[in-house]
Structures are given as structure tokens and as C-alpha cells.
């Protein structure tokens, strides 16, 4: 038999932080895949595979995968199609004939240079809601919870050991 519902512990979704990380990512990327999609007909991972490669140069797609925290599975799809609209060619490496490397193409480089400024607008307008000084502790909370998170992910997710 279980317990009464007048006894049993619930959590509270709107105070628990992680629910609301993610509620708040996932309504963010939603609003932000539909700009690109309508406007660039790219999706959220092809547009962080853009930014990573703008970012760092041609890479492995293991690298991408790192980079942007991303699954291997799903650069490999995002790569397939970013290949077919032309935006990345897959290069073999010449030092690892195993290896490939995936770089932008001159159409990857304009998407690249007119989706920065939409990004920097989306950046700057949600970060309006706050002042200055709520902008940099949002900043210095995040770092913290991404290195916690990445501290997480090495130890292979939560146990008792580690609660």
C-alpha cells in the first residue's frame, strides 16, 4: 500500500533548477530554430556546427562533437545534410588517411556572416531584461554550472556516492 498523498515528497518544478534550465533552453531553441529554419533553412545543430567551425577552423567531426556539445550522431546527421546544401565539405586527413575533417565552404562562410548579427540581436535582446550587474553574475553563475555539469559528466552522472 502507499503512502497518504498528504505524505509523500514532491518537488516542485517551478523551484527546482534544472527544470527550469531546461525549460528555459528548450523555449529559447525552439524560438531561435524557428528563426533559422524560416529564414536560413538550417536547424540548431547545423548552425552550431557553422559556429564551431567559424570559430576554431576545420575539425574532426569528433571534434565538433566536443566542441559544441553535441552527440556524435547527431553531427553525423547534421553533417550528411550540411554537405548536401553545400555549406561544409568533408575532407580526408592527410596525416590520417582514417580521419576526416569537415570545413566551411564559401556558401557556409555567408550563412555564417549573416547569421552573426541575428545571433548578436537574439544575445542582446534577451539579455536586456537584466542590468548590467545581473548580466555579468549570469555569465559567472553559468561558467559555474558548466564546469559543475562538466564535472558531472566525468564522473558518469549522479550515484548515491556522489549526492
Known amino acids: 500500500m ?3 498523498q498528504s505524505q509523500r515528497r514532491t518537488i516542485i518544478l517551478e523551484d527546482f533548477i534544472p ?3 531546461s525549460v528555459t ?3 529559447l531553441s525552439g524560438a531561435i530554430s524557428d528563426l533559422f529554419e524560416r529564414k536560413y533553412r538550417i536547424q540548431i545543430p547545423e548552425w552550431r556546427i557553422l559556429m ?3 570559430e576554431n ?4 567531426a569528433f571534434e565538433v562533437a566536443d566542441k559544441s556539445s ?3 550522431a547527431r553531427v553525423s546527421r547534421a553533417q550528411r545534410r550540411m554537405t548536401d546544401l553545400g555549406l561544409i565539405i568533408i575532407n580526408t586527413d592527410e596525416m590520417d588517411r582514417r580521419r576526416t575533417i569537415l570545413e566551411l565552404t564559401t556558401a557556409g562562410w555567408q550563412i555564417v556572416d549573416t547569421i ?3 545571433a548578436d540581436r537574439t544575445g542582446d535582446w534577451l539579455l536586456a531584461a537584466l542590468d548590467e550587474e545581473e548580466q555579468k553574475q ?3 553563475l553559468l561558467r559555474k554550472l558548466r564546469l559543475r555539469t562538466l564535472e558531472l559528466q566525468e564522473k558518469g552522472g549522479f550515484s548515491d556516492d556522489l549526492l
Open 57 to 60: 577552423g576545420p575539425l574532426s
Open 116 to 118: 552573426v548579427p541575428d
Open 25 to 27: 533552453a528548450g523555449t
Open 2 to 4: 502507499s503512502a497518504p
Open 70 to 72: 553535441m552527440d556524435r
Open 19 to 21: 527544470y527550469q534550465l
Open 52 to 54: 564551431t567551425l567559424a
Open 138 to 140: 549570469l555569465k559567472n
